[in-house]
């Protein structure tokens, strides 16, 4: 398929600027793949859609406040995006300046800490940051939250709550699992009380999130890398809620990567893994039902990946009628709920 197969035209004032005043306030698209249907809902009412037994799978990274400015030794302005931290003082970033810094530059940063380029890691650079302090407190104190280029406004106190989920846990993310970002405290807890076993996995969303592809045929695109960790008590409610026939709902297309990408491995197990899982339709899944997620930008790898788990033609109808009756898009906008069809329903439809 070309990358053009996934285009669609968006107005401009669709684009969620900011949250709005409740999480779970925001309207919730559902999308049946087994019935071929598309229907209008609120996110509140999310809980109707589960019964007990049922596993609702999210990714609890947390956001570091990746984004700094500074100047190279040389005098020119930089804007550094750290995309992983990997040791306490190491990290790879990306860095935007007039003309690439060379292995062994110095980069001024804030409050007269440095930064050592080490060299080059793919598409990003390898740097050291000066001194005693850990890229964590450092950006901690210094950095700035990287909200996505589609959000005109720079990051304020607001953002700094709103652009992180309320079970945010685990350092790393330079970009939220927006999807996680509709669920609240009580709605948690509606759910636990029902009976679903929810659970966690740790994906961090790396720069590489907010790049565009760029080729014309989607084979010919390679994704960015990113960290992830499977806990054994996510494994277990897994495998027992498909043993009883119960559903497993992924919160947003990182846990939904993390999980496919474990089952690619065989027998699943608890362990921490890089995935670069690139995931078009055509797609076999093996281990989730159904999927929350947010609307996503045309020509993306996310909107790929929707169209996979929904199937292409039907998601193509559920993005117009969203556009149609206006709801919101990107990280502050609203929801789907997309239940895909299962190699059993179709056995069935043939029968």
Excluded: C
Aim: glycine content about 6%; aromatic content about 10%.
């Amino acid at each position: 398929m070309r990358t053009l197969d996934f285009d669609f035209h968006l107005p401009q004032h669709l684009i969620a600027q900011h949250p709005l005043p409740n999480r779970s306030q925001s309207r919730l698209l559902e999308v049946n793949a087994t019935h071929d249907t598309i229907r209008d809902n609120f996110f509140r009412q999310i809980s109707d859609h589960f019964e007990a037994g049922d596993v609702l799978v999210l990714n609890d990274t947390k956001v570091i406040k990746a984004r700094l400015f500074g100047q190279k030794a040389t005098g020119g302005n930089i804007e550094v995006m750290i995309d992983r931290v990997f040791e306490s003082q190491e990290a790879y970033a990306q860095i935007k300046s007039s003309r690439s810094p060379k292995a062994g530059g110095l980069l001024h940063l804030a409050d007269g800490y440095q930064a050592e380029v080490l060299g080059r890691h793919a598409d990003m650079f390898h740097i050291r940051l000066l001194g005693n302090e850990s890229w964590y407190d450092f950006l901690e104190s210094y950095g700035q939250l990287p909200l996505p280029p589609y959000i005109e406004h720079a990051a304020d106190t607001a953002d700094d709550t709103r652009y992180q989920t309320v079970f945010a846990k685990h350092e790393g993310a330079v970009a939220a699992p927006t999807a996680g970002l509709h669920f609240d405290e009580k709605l948690l807890n509606t759910l636990a009380e029902k009976g679903v076993h929810v659970r966690y996995v740790t994906l961090h969303v790396g720069a590489g999130t907010f790049q565009p592809v760029k080729v014309d045929n989607i084979a010919e695109h390679h994704m960015h890398s990113e960290v992830y960790h499977l806990p054994e008590e996510t494994i277990a409610a897994i495998l027992q809620a498909r043993s009883a026939g119960k559903r497993v709902t992924a919160v947003g297309t990182t846990s939904l990567r993390t999980l496919e990408s474990a089952a690619r491995a065989g027998k699943l197990f608890a362990h921490h893994g890089e995935t670069d899982i690139f995931i078009t339709p055509g797609f076999e899944f093996q281990l989730v039902d159904r999927l929350i997620t947010n609307f996503h930008l045309p020509k993306s790898t996310l909107m790929m990946l929707v169209s996979a788990f929904g199937g292409y033609d039907l998601l193509k109808r559920a993005y117009a009628h969203a556009i149609q009756e206006s709801y919101r898009f990107f990280s502050y906008g609203d929801a789907m709920l997309i239940t895909r069809v299962t190699s059993q329903t179709i056995q069935k439809s043939s029968d």
